[in-house]
């Protein structure tokens, strides 16, 4: 007796592999992103490796961006995601700047927007592969928070993404408080990359570090260990 195959019809649940496209595993990652609240403002730093695999294929990658006129980001993960994510933070600023009405969005605000978006895309099983660090300077108030890929989120006065949310957080857990001068900052971040560079393969000796004081923002980059 001979069996027919039967023809799956195009509008079938069960279609082809090629009809629903997923991420299923980060390429290209940055690895870990360390920032803390100081007296004065926030500080966020992260080192520049790229990591293709269990390779670490770029050393220049820039993982923290600033954004609007009181936001910074930072990202772990996957970088092409990171890209996507920042394309979507620059229609919200340039839809926010189209009311013209004096106002703009703060840290809280975004890192609202970033969970919503994140828990987003979770849900249609499409995730973003990036664990991401908000902080900025809005009114006087300093705001440091972070959020995961499945849109788990939280604020405090240091966070840590990848490695450094189980290597650097003990260290800022135990060193940080809420007098922290700049210099005490820096050296505390300064030590905790260090911890990440002796102890994470895909980190690197070149540091990037980002500065959001009360009153301006400052960009300190390729900062060797």
């Not at 294929?57 to 092409?80: N, T």
């Not at 009153?215 to 300190?220: A, I």
Request: net charge neutral; proline share 3%.
């Amino acid at each position: 007796m001979n069996f027919m195959a039967l023809k799956q019809p195009e509008n079938s649940l069960l279609g082809s592999e090629s009809d629903s496209q997923r991420t299923l595993y980060p390429y290209v990652t940055g690895t870990s992103v360390a920032a803390l609240e100081y007296k004065d403002g926030i500080l966020m730093a992260a080192d520049m490796g790229g990591s293709y695999g269990s390779t670490l294929r770029y050393k220049s990658v820039e993982q923290m961006k600033p954004f609007g006129k009181h936001s910074l980001l930072g990202a772990s993960g996957e970088i092409s995601d990171f890209q996507e994510i920042l394309h979507y933070l620059d229609e919200l600023i340039l839809y926010d700047n189209m009311w013209d009405d004096g106002n703009s969005l703060g840290p809280k605000e975004v890192h609202n927007y970033l969970t919503r978006v994140m828990y987003n895309r979770r849900n249609k099983f499409n995730p973003l592969w990036n664990s991401l660090v908000l902080g900025g300077v809005k009114n006087g108030n300093k705001y440091l928070g972070t959020v995961s890929m499945i849109g788990v989120n939280f604020e405090d006065n240091h966070v840590a993404t990848g490695f450094g949310n189980h290597l650097a957080r003990p260290i800022l857990r135990q060193e940080w408080h809420e007098n922290l001068s700049f210099e005490d900052g820096v050296k505390l971040l300064e030590k905790c990359m260090h911890v990440l560079l002796y102890r994470d393969r895909s980190a690197v000796n070149k540091l990037q570090v980002h500065i959001f004081l009360y009153t301006c923002r400052l960009h300190l980059l390729d900062k060797s260990s």
